[in-house]
């Protein structure tokens, strides 16, 4: 099985056609990959900046586990 690319616009919420993959705003979430509190991209193909799926689910899991421990990111 291969795992699948998703861009910025993918994965955070400001889209109407699409459902993100998690709910905050674009300056959130580029405000996250520059402080580093979010993956890097994995890849570039031309102009694209992508990430795995695989990344982006494993921070997701990240933060649930790290919000139920009390630790704020």
């Given at each position: 099985?291969t795992?699948?690319?998703?861009?910025?616009?993918?994965?955070?919420?400001?889209?109407?056609?699409?459902?993100?993959?998690?709910?905050?705003?674009?300056?959130?979430?580029?405000?996250?990959?520059?402080?580093?509190?979010?993956?890097?991209?994995?890849?570039?193909?031309?102009?694209?900046?992508?990430?795995?799926?695989?990344?982006?689910?494993?921070?997701?899991?990240?933060?649930?586990?790290?919000?139920?421990?009390?630790?704020?990111?």
């Open positions: 099985m795992d699948a690319l998703v861009r910025a616009r993918d994965i955070y919420s400001g889209d109407a056609d699409r459902v993100p993959l998690i709910s905050i705003g674009k300056t959130k979430f580029f405000d996250l990959v520059k402080r580093g509190a979010f993956p890097p991209p994995d890849c570039r193909i031309g102009g694209a900046v992508l990430w795995r799926l695989s990344t982006v689910q494993t921070w997701i899991t990240a933060q649930c586990a790290d919000a139920g421990s009390g630790v704020a990111k």
